[in-house]
């Protein structure tokens, strides 16, 4: 029996007497013989394969942030419901008993009969005994467990949808483990929500082993949507419920649980909780991950040389593949946070090649480079591979500041030009590559790089920094006047403000301004009174000398400051100026004695935080994030409360960054939170940890700005970013709405145009053609070069919704933005679509435009056009017409184009009444193309037609025989009857 379970009809008195005794007489039989009756439960029905693949991508791409994510399967372990413990057999005068009271019909004895048939695995017996229960006696509580047994029926036989229906029904005693059930059916079959709601209900219930369940299974899902905070709490309160008989199951739980204290920023929680797994189930089939993760955690609570214990343990214990490759790139960078770095650099070769090796070797290269061994640092650069994604970036930058610093400033030029614009990187390489320039004598290079990362990144962190050297390569080039445009650029109170101050007294002194000269000094002694009044003059005075190239009488000038009867304080600005002109000049290494000499002299004196700051930039000019932390700190220690402090602060969140320290970044960042700056920095921390709900909210603060301003672009960057989160994490429709608050915020703008297109996009994919023509006609009006892609977009969606006139506008203004074999092949699809509109002129025009427009390399394109144009006359009953482009089409060659237009100009000849050639066509083609072809043969069975219409039948048959011979099914059938039926003619 098969189908659905069965349901008893209402049946006569008489005849349910008789199969009551039946039943009756079977179970009395099974009870005398004592035969043993199986009662152990059936095993567990897994969930279907496709739902457990998906279960387990969805798993990977939301835990993706660890070293390696537990899998769907293991995540689960422990927590997915067992079927239910069938009674045992019962003795034998309990089976008389069941017997008889299955006899008078007792709702009782009905249902031990039908457990008795479970057990022992007659699935179709049991099922209608369950269902005479629930029809005769529907309401005892028999009724409600008969529902419960149904359920297990169903599930047995593989039917979910029964399953879920008999579930739903059961009440009672059993209603817990019923609702427990239906929450694992209702999550297979894709109604999540609901399963959730149910499971809320289960986790408050009076079952405490099910409640607990119930509270794994929530915080599971929580983790997997990126709720940390729930996910922490339901799975500690699932691990902390579970009674002693049931502990084991689950303690897999603290893997997931310490992925959420991870995340979540607990780190000594994640620690505690790993090794309380490890010490647990030492044996579990996820302890490989979980000691893989631990190791990653204790590194980032500083702890390597437990990180590299546990690292060596699972290499000793032969892991997979991946884990392996992870676990050699974890220990390395244990040995290298233990300052063990030759053992590193050993570690190393033992990864072989791969991403991890690439990035070790940029682990090393960052090793070596704060050392200072920037040689070292190199050889470990140039083993890394050409491409290596984003350690292409880090290994790329730092190659060239290695380079710059050993005073290859020309290649140091060009392997800056090498990281690309998709790189964080990117701005402080262009700046990087500018300096670069400049110290190799080439100022013209340099002002084009700085003009470009000024317009295109205007709140590039070191801006100041940029607009100082832009000026300097102006001035270099003899443009004094932009020079001082670009050095009043700089914004005051910058590292950078007194030397282009300085600089721009200089110009006035350059120009023989004299009285300009005086006030830009007067000015300097008057707004920095901290900078010492007499010292600070001839401090600007030396500055001058020195941006003329005089670097002898400036230092002199520092001399007569260093000798004079100045304050202290003077002294100290004079010591720190004569530093900061030795830094700006590129003599690194002597402004750092100075400035090491100077805080070991005041190490709390009025230019300590400045003298800091500048030993700060002079890391971050090298790209030593590392080195230049502890500075910045010190910074906002000796400087509270002011503009250096926010300065330093912002400069500090953007290390944390660049050293991908995003939660600590994250936290510096929300330190300042009235900077705007810090805000979009906020939102890049949290797009690249992952945390697309708090991004969301980030760039909604960003976002009251009006559109197109610095702070609105700011903010439809982020909105960009998360849109990019959301459409990874498979909700396209999410991410359309962030392209389009984007959208809106950069205002009418290339970026506008290009985030409407992702957006119409996101909304074809979630299946909304309707909101996706509006987001992709909004990319069509736009700018820049989407507006070409957004209208091929519109254009295939209106063709694919049978609006063929909006296509073809489409497919014509595509045309006019486009050119070569684009604009060609829109062209094409006007036509195409056009002519079904019945417009045979139109089509024919754009089909000669496309010809035009076609690159004359590409043979096959025109040929093509030139087949259309015959073909478009050809049914448009005009075969005359057709003559002329299909012969040029078939005279271009071989090819699918010139069949095509051979087989289409034969059939135009016959229309236009020319047999003849149209015979000698066929024949041609024949001649040309191998009768393989379904084309070929189809035209031979044409041309061997009209010889044997026009009496020359023995070329007829030669040309049957070939295509019977060589040529596809069915022409190859066919030719053989047309033989038969020609060799059959009298005379033949």
């Not at 607990?266 to 189930?281: F, N, S």
């Not at 910058?494 to 004299?514: C, E, F, T, V």
């Not at 970044?665 to 810090?678: E, K, T």
């Not at 015979?919 to 084309?935: F, Q, S």
């Amino acid at each position: 029996m098969s189908g659905a379970l069965p349901t008893p009809e209402p049946a006569r008195p008489g005849r349910v007497r008789t199969r009551r005794l039946a039943s009756a007489a079977a179970l009395v039989c099974l009870a005398l013989l004592a035969r043993p009756v199986c009662a152990e439960p059936a095993p567990a029905a897994p969930l279907p394969a496709e739902a457990l693949a998906a279960f387990h991508r969805l798993a990977t791409e939301a835990l993706r942030q660890g070293p390696l994510p537990p899998s769907a399967a293991e995540i689960l372990a422990g927590i997915e419901p067992a079927p239910p413990a069938i009674p045992a057999a019962p003795a034998l005068a309990d089976r008389l008993s069941a017997a008889w009271s299955r006899l008078m019909g007792a709702p009782e004895g009905l249902l031990a009969s039908g457990l008795l048939d479970l057990s022992a695995g007659r699935l179709e017996a049991a099922a209608a005994t369950f269902a005479e229960v629930r029809a005769q006696h529907p309401e005892a509580p028999q009724a409600s467990d008969a529902a419960f047994w149904l359920a297990e029926v169903a599930r047995q036989r593989g039917s979910p949808r029964e399953t879920l229906a008999f579930l739903r029904l059961v009440r009672g005693s059993r209603a817990q483990e019923a609702s427990w059930r239906l929450v694992w059916l209702l999550d297979a079959s894709g109604r999540s929500e609901e399963a959730r709601a149910l499971a809320e209900a289960v986790s408050r219930g009076d079952d405490r082993i099910l409640a607990g369940d119930a509270q794994g299974w929530l915080g599971l899902r929580a983790l997997l949507r990126g709720d940390v905070n729930e996910a922490r709490t339901r799975l500690r309160a699932a691990i902390e419920s579970s009674p002693p008989q049931r502990a084991e199951p689950r303690v897999p739980l603290l893997f997931p649980l310490a992925v959420a204290l991870r995340d979540g920023g607990d780190l000594a929680g994640a620690e505690q909780a790993l090794l309380r797994l490890l010490l647990a189930l030492p044996d579990h089939p996820t302890i490989p991950r979980a000691r893989l993760t631990l190791g990653y955690v204790l590194l980032e609570v500083h702890k390597p040389r437990e990180a590299g214990h546990h690292f060596a343990w699972l290499l000793d214990a032969s892991p997979p593949p991946e884990l392996a490759e992870r676990a050699r790139y974890g220990r390395l960078r244990a040995l290298l946070d233990a300052g063990e770095a030759e053992k590193a650099a050993v570690a190393c070769r033992e990864l072989g090649e791969g991403p991890w090796a690439t990035r070790a070797r940029v682990d090393l290269a960052w090793a070596a480079h704060g050392q200072g061994a920037y040689g070292r640092a190199l050889t470990w650069l140039e083993g890394a591979p050409a491409e290596a994604g984003g350690a292409l970036s880090l290994g790329t930058y730092l190659k060239a500041q290695c380079l710059a610093r050993l005073g290859r400033s020309e290649e140091a030029r060009t392997t800056f030009a090498r990281v690309p614009k998709d790189s964080p990187l990117w701005p402080a390489a262009l700046h990087g590559a500018a300096v670069a320039a400049l110290e190799a004598d080439s100022p013209s290079q340099a002002q084009d790089l700085l003009e470009e990362l000024l317009r295109l990144d205007p709140e590039y962190s070191g801006r100041d920094a940029a607009w100082l050297a832009l000026g300097r390569a102006r001035l270099a080039l003899g443009q004094t006047e932009p020079a001082r445009r670009a050095f009043e650029a700089v914004a005051e109170g910058s590292p950078a403000y007194p030397d282009a101050l300085y600089r721009r007294g200089w110009i006035a002194l350059q120009g023989r301004r004299w009285d300009e000269a005086t006030a830009l000094l007067t000015r300097l002694l008057r707004d920095h009174p901290d900078d010492g009044n007499r010292g600070n003059a001839l401090l600007a005075l030396a500055r001058a000398e020195f941006n003329r190239r005089s670097v002898t009488p400036a230092l002199a000038v520092l001399d007569q400051l260093e000798t004079s009867g100045a304050s202290a304080s003077s002294k100290s600005a004079g010591r720190f100026s004569r530093a900061y002109m030795l830094a700006r000049s590129g003599e690194s290494a002597k402004a750092r004695g100075l400035l090491d000499a100077s805080l070991a002299e005041e190490p709390r004196g009025p230019y300590a935080a400045r003298a800091q700051n500048t030993l700060a930039w002079l890391d971050l000019q090298k790209g030593d994030c590392t080195a230049a932390l502890p500075r910045l700190e010190a910074v906002i220690a000796l400087a509270p409360g002011g503009d250096l402090e926010r300065e330093a602060l912002g400069k500090k969140a953007d290390c944390l960054y660049e050293m991908n320290r995003f939660a600590e970044a994250l936290a510096a960042y929300r330190s300042l939170p009235d900077d705007p700056g810090a805000r979009y920095g906020e939102g890049l921390a949290l797009a690249k940890l992952g945390r697309l709900d708090e991004l969301e909210q980030a760039a909604g603060a960003l976002a009251p700005a009006e559109p197109g301003s610095p702070e609105a672009r700011r903010a439809a960057e982020l909105f960009r970013a998360l849109a990019q989160g959301r459409a990874t994490a498979g909700l396209p429709a999410a991410a359309a709405a962030a392209s389009a608050r984007a959208a809106a915020l950069f205002g009418p703008s290339d970026e506008a145009t290009r985030a409407n297109l992702e957006g119409g996009r996101w909304l074809l994919t979630a299946g909304d053609p309707s909101r996706a023509e509006a987001s992709l006609e909004s990319a069509a009006a736009g700018s820049g070069a989407a507006v070409a892609e957004a209208l091929e977009e519109l254009a295939r969606l209106w063709e694919a919704s049978a609006r063929p006139a909006d296509a073809s506008r489409a497919w014509d203004r595509l045309a006019e933005r486009s050119e070569g074999a684009r604009q060609s092949r829109a062209l094409r699809a006007a036509a195409r679509l056009v002519s079904a509109l019945g417009d045979v002129g139109g089509a024919a025009d754009r089909l000669r435009r496309a010809a035009d427009a076609a690159p004359a390399g590409d043979l096959e394109l025109r040929r093509a056009l030139q087949a259309d144009l015959g073909e478009l006359f050809l049914k448009a009953g005009r075969p005359a017409d057709a003559l002329e482009p299909l012969q040029r089409a078939g005279a271009g060659g071989l090819g699918p184009e010139g069949l095509r237009a051979l087989g289409l100009l034969a059939r135009a000849q016959k229309a236009a009444g020319r047999t003849e050639e149209a015979l000698e066509t066929c024949l041609r083609i024949g001649y040309l193309y191998p009768p393989v072809d379904p084309a070929t043969a189809q035209a031979l069975l044409e041309a061997a037609a009209a010889l044997a219409e026009a009496q020359h039948r023995d070329q007829a048959r030669g040309v049957y025989r070939t295509v019977a011979r060589e040529g596809p099914e069915p022409w190859a059938g066919q030719a053989r009857q047309r033989l038969e039926a020609l060799s059959s003619i009298p005379g033949t």
